[in-house]
């Protein structure tokens, strides 16, 4: 039976490609690995390090939105691991990305908040 090692990547596609690619990147800080161009497809492919993970950012002329709200079936948000909760929500606020307040998990007692993508993705800060 195979055994699940790790997740290697989290795929998205995004409605305006280089809105999506500088929030990534440059609000972010995300490391480019590679970005492809698929004319095939009239597609962007950007590859995006994250620790020992990759989030791969897709473009693709007309993809219809997924709606993050209400609360639908499907992936609900994506969590990134910081060590530093106030110093990363300043940065964040530096560079004009809106937060909700940070509220406390009652199951670990650890710190978290959430804000959203360009494409209104919810993302979260979960201070390890």
């Not at 998205?12 to 500088?22: A, G, K, N």
């Not at 590679?34 to 497809?41: F, G, N």
């Amino acid at each position: 039976m195979p055994c699940l090692n790790a997740l290697h990547h989290v795929a998205l596609i995004c409605s305006d490609y280089p809105r999506s690619r500088h929030f990534y990147t440059e609000l972010l800080g995300l490391e480019v690995i590679a970005e492809t161009y698929r004319a095939e497809r009239d597609s962007w492919k950007l590859d995006l390090k994250v620790g020992d993970a990759q989030l791969e950012l897709f473009s693709f002329p007309g993809a219809p939105p997924r709606p993050s709200r209400p609360e639908a079936q499907g992936l609900r948000h994506l969590a990134f691991a910081v060590d530093d909760l106030d110093a990363t929500l300043a940065l964040l606020d530096a560079r004009g990305i809106e937060t909700e307040a940070v509220r406390l998990d009652p199951l670990t007692g650890r710190r978290f908040t959430f804000f959203a993508d360009p494409d209104g993705l919810p993302l979260e800060l979960y201070e390890r």
